[in-house]
Every structure is written in structure tokens, then in C-alpha cells.
């Protein structure tokens, strides 16, 4: 069951309009959502889900638009069959999708690393400057999310602060204490990029601290054994 030239034509349009607009909106959203989150960027967000719910669909649906017309109106002259619409737009659908898959693929290959501001590192080998950068991020992150915590209540927006820059300074000098490279290093890096970085789910430096202190206790112990 060979294709119709028309087939044919349908399946690179698909490819060329519906590949591009998949990309832009459903893999690049939610590896933008997946990046630094903040609630100001919840438009995204919902872009990303709403991409990854629906776009399946729109594909399928729009490659079946495609497909009905490509479909020869007349008989074959060799007496074959033409490809049924169903069948069309499958082939559209895995091709669209096969593209998407593989940019994905793509991307996570050769991608660049995070910037250094938006990792953090307890270590005491870490050079000043790093340093000073990450603490401005820091600074600047915990403003901005217990800004967005408490809007309209700035005594807690200022409780919120101290708390949070208490518990990181808390955990530096936690660290700090420990030589560079070691296991207490080592769990206090682990803590803080679980709970204080930017690629963080829940960013808390209270909580990164409570994880340091609880794993190392617990590490402690286990030593001791």
C-alpha cells in the first residue's frame, strides 16, 4: 500500500508547522517550568500543563485535519487501496511526536549547566567570589519568597526573612567547622541544594538546616555503632 504523493505532502506540513509549535509550546514551557519557580511565573506553569495534557490531542486532532484531505478522491489506477485517514494520521502523530521526543533527547544531551548562583555550596573551599555570589542569590531569593509568602503582612514578611537567613547562616557555620571534602561537608551540600536551591521543589533554608542536623546525627551514630 504505497502513499499518494498527497500523503506525502500532509505528512512534511505536519512536520514542519506542527513540530515547531509543539516545541515552543509544550517542551520549552516545562523545561522552563522545571527550572527556577516562583509563583509570579505560574503563567508558565500552566502553559507546561496544560501543553502536556492537551497537546497529544491538538496533535492528533490536527494531523487527522490533514490527513482527510490528502485522501485521493478517485481509485487507484494500479486497483490498491488509498491509506485510510486513521492510518495517515498515525503516521503524522508519531512523526510529530518522535521529533518532540527526540528534541527532548536533544536537549537533555547538551544542555549547559545551571549557573553557579542558582547551586549552592556549604564547602569551605568554595572561592570567594562564588561565594559572594551565592550569597546575594540567597539574600535575594529568601526576600522574594517570603514577599510572595505574606504580601500584605510585613511583620511576617520580616520574621520570615530572619528566619530564613538565621537558619542559612546557621548551616554555613555548621559546615564551615567541618574540614573540605569530608562526610559533614559532604551531607550539609546534599541538604542544601535538596532545600535551598533553585532547582529545589520546597525551598526552606529552615528545613535545609534541620536536614543537615538530623543527618549528620544520624550519621554520627551510625559511626559510633
Known sequence: MNPEPSVIIALAIAGLIVLPLALYLWVLPIIIANRRMHPQKTPITVLALFGGVFMPLWIGALAWALAVPAIPKQPRADGQKPMSPALIAILMAAIILGGIVGASVLY??????????????????????????????????????????????????????????????????????????????????????????????????????????????????????
Open 108 to 225: 537533555s544531551l547538551f544542555k549547559s549547566d545551571p549557573p553557579t548562583t542558582e547551586q549552592t555550596s556549604l564547602s569551605p573551599s568554595t572561592t570567594a567570589t562564588d561565594q559572594a555570589e551565592q550569597h546575594a542569590w540567597v539574600a535575594d531569593d529568601i526576600k522574594e519568597r517570603c514577599a510572595t509568602l505574606s504580601p500584605d503582612n510585613y511583620m511576617l514578611q520580616e520574621a520570615c526573612i530572619t528566619g530564613e537567613r538565621g537558619a542559612y547562616k546557621a548551616l554555613i557555620d555548621a559546615v564551615s567547622g567541618f574540614p573540605p571534602g569530608s562526610k559533614e561537608v559532604e551531607i550539609g551540600n546534599r541538604c542544601a541544594n535538596q532545600f535551598g536551591s533553585a532547582q529545589a521543589l520546597i525551598r526552606s533554608w529552615e528545613v535545609a538546616r534541620a536536614c543537615f542536623e538530623q543527618d549528620l546525627a544520624a550519621y554520627q551514630r551510625l559511626q559510633a555503632k
